[in-house]
């Protein structure tokens, strides 16, 4: 049994539909009662829960050969909920895996993220990983950088697609090296599969590293019009996204995450999304009919 933590989410979901559909028994955490018909619809068996609530995560690992973990509390957007759910949540979820016997153990994390990082996302993610690499369990961490059809579409891609001024923090030419959910998810479901990805934290990433221009100019292309862009200084809020999410866009400005995951990606068979072909079916699926 594979129970998945933050099944409800795009990323979680993608990992559910793909384990059950190659067969494998999948059991899904899910924090309300109208989201039960949701996981079974992707082939998995529901259990009530909560990253708040650790007598029901112990409940919920009970059985279970293996746990994975994508869940985050970023749509919340809140620094009470980064505490309760991305640190303390996921920290009760590896204690009651342990004590369940849980034999396998994958956490999906941001690059970059420790237990000392300056940002409280991403010190909790750290801090979570170095108590999973401390326990007795077959962990693997997946750090994976930005990803490709969040943060992006959520800055660049909805303004772009409604005709209103993207709005960047900085120069936005720092590259990154984004990566979709669907490649996540696939490097996710292989990893599990891999004997060697034991104990390994895998540093996943995009094809290519990419700027904030870089993906203002793809949707340009696509839609085959100009995008108009205006810049703010580092610190400056952007407005529609979480504020615990503002930081970030103030700290890609400082460095660039050129990754080459090639190797992993031949070794996983993971053929990786281009950020062409993530804005041509965001475009492509924002027009009626």
Wanted: proline content about 7%; charged content about 20%.
């Amino acid at each position: 049994m594979i129970l998945v933590v933050g099944a409800t989410g795009e990323l979680g979901g993608r990992i559910v539909r793909a384990l059950a559909g190659r067969g494998e028994s999948v059991r899904a955490l899910v924090r309300r009662q109208d989201q039960m018909d949701l996981v079974r619809a992707d082939g998995a068996e529901p259990v009530q829960g909560d990253l708040r609530d650790p007598a029901s995560l112990r409940a919920a690992c009970r059985g279970a050969a293996t746990v994975i973990t994508t869940a985050t509390s970023a749509s919340e957007g809140s620094p009470e909920a980064v505490q309760a759910v991305d640190l303390r949540g996921n920290l009760d979820l590896v204690d009651a895996a342990e004590e369940a016997g849980v034999r396998r153990f994958l956490f999906v994390s941001p690059l970059g993220a420790a237990p000392d990082h300056p940002d409280p996302f991403m010190r909790a993610k750290g801090t979570v990983e170095e108590r999973l690499r401390g326990s007795t369990m077959d962990w693997t961490v997946l750090q994976c950088d930005l990803f490709l059809d969040r943060l992006p579409m959520l800055v660049v891609g909805l303004p772009a697609l409604t005709g209103r001024t993207v709005v960047l923090v900085g120069e936005g030419r720092r590259r990154h090296s984004l990566v979709a959910t669907a490649d996540v998810a696939a490097y996710a479901i292989a990893a599990l599969a891999d004997p060697g990805a034991v104990g390994r934290t895998l540093v996943v990433g995009g094809p290519d590293a990419v700027s904030w221009r870089d993906v203002v100019a793809a949707f340009a292309e696509e839609l085959g019009r100009e995008v108009p862009v205006e810049t703010v200084l580092p610190g400056h809020p952007v407005a529609g996204v979480p504020e615990v999410v503002q930081p970030l866009l103030a700290a890609l400005e400082t460095y660039d995450s050129v990754l080459d995951t090639a190797p992993l990606a031949r070794a996983y068979g993971v053929r990786p999304t281009t950020l062409a072909e993530l804005v041509h079916g965001t475009v492509t699926g924002s027009r009626p009919g």
